[in-house]
């Protein structure tokens, strides 16, 4: 059985699929920890850092009411569960909340901070991209790489360690539009190597969108995207179409 999520309490269910058992219940254990521990309300309240600028860079995207949930989710995702965590008695719950209560305040912090920097190269690289004069191929491409990194509720999804690399990834797409300018075609030329690794990831993402070898690979990819439009910066991990082939390949031995 897993525990479910009903928004005001939670519920036990049985699932056929493990998979989704397991989804549903860290849903479910979620919304036990903010209505066991307070937490939901206590960040309603509280200042957070850089919230105005934070929530004005994220307008375009979503609402700031709905980002704090997320932020609170979030924060708990990478506390309780990210170290892999099983909570499945009622003594790994309290030490869930412990851990909770002990890093909430400085994980909050992280978070913000990270979100401010992420949001403002964000918004940075959207003004960029506004140029009328870059070849369509690439600003398509830049473009949707930026709707891959900031979407409604990506902190769900996107955990602590990968965000604080947010910066990273809008300067590289700062420096590639820089370069776009002068060499257009060097532009395209690159794009074409990129674009199988990529187009073979948004293939499978829909069906495996919560398979860890393929988020493996789907920052990899990021990565992979330093080393050609941005080769003066240094990716956050050692890659090549080598190490690329590499985590296709974990992926498929999955599935």
């Known amino acids: 059985p897993a525990v ?10 049985l699932f056929d699929d493990p998979d989704e058992a397991q989804a549903a219940h860290h849903s479910g254990i979620t919304r036990l920890l903010q209505l066991g521990t307070g937490y939901g309300k206590t960040l309603a309240r509280r200042p957070l850092p850089y919230w105005q600028q934070i929530s004005l860079r994220y307008s375009p995207v979503g609402s700031h009411h709905g980002l ?3 932020l609170l989710d979030a924060v708990i995702l990478e506390l309780v569960f990210e170290s892999d965590h099983k909570i499945k008695s009622e003594r790994e719950f309290k030490q869930a909340a412990t851990r909770l209560e002990q890093g909430f305040s400085g994980t909050i912090e992280l978070y ?15 003004n960029r991209l506004s140029s009328p004069h870059l070849p369509e191929d690439s600003k398509q491409d830049i473009q949707t790489q930026i709707d891959y990194l900031i979407y409604e509720d ?17 300067k590289a797409l700062q420096t590639r539009l820089e370069r776009l300018a002068f060499d257009p075609q060097g532009d395209l030329k690159k794009l074409a190597q990129i674009k199988p690794y990529w187009s073979r990831y948004l293939q499978h993402w829909e069906a495996h969108p919560d398979d860890p070898a393929l988020d493996a690979y789907r920052w990899q990819l990021e990565a992979y995207r330093i080393s050609l439009f941005a080769p003066t910066l240094k990716p956050p991990t050692p890659i090549s179409p080598t190490r690329l082939d ?5 992926f498929e031995s999955t599935t």
């Open 154 to 170: 990506f902190l769900l999804e996107v955990p602590l360690a990968i965000l604080l690399h947010y910066p990273l990834y809008f």
């Open 112 to 126: 913000c901070n990270a979100l401010n920097k992420a949001l403002n190269a964000y918004g940075d690289t959207l």
């Open 68 to 70: 704090r949930s997320s």
């Open 246 to 250: 590499r985590g296709w390949q974990a």
């Open 4 to 13: 479910v999520d009903a928004v005001t309490c939670v519920n036990l269910q």
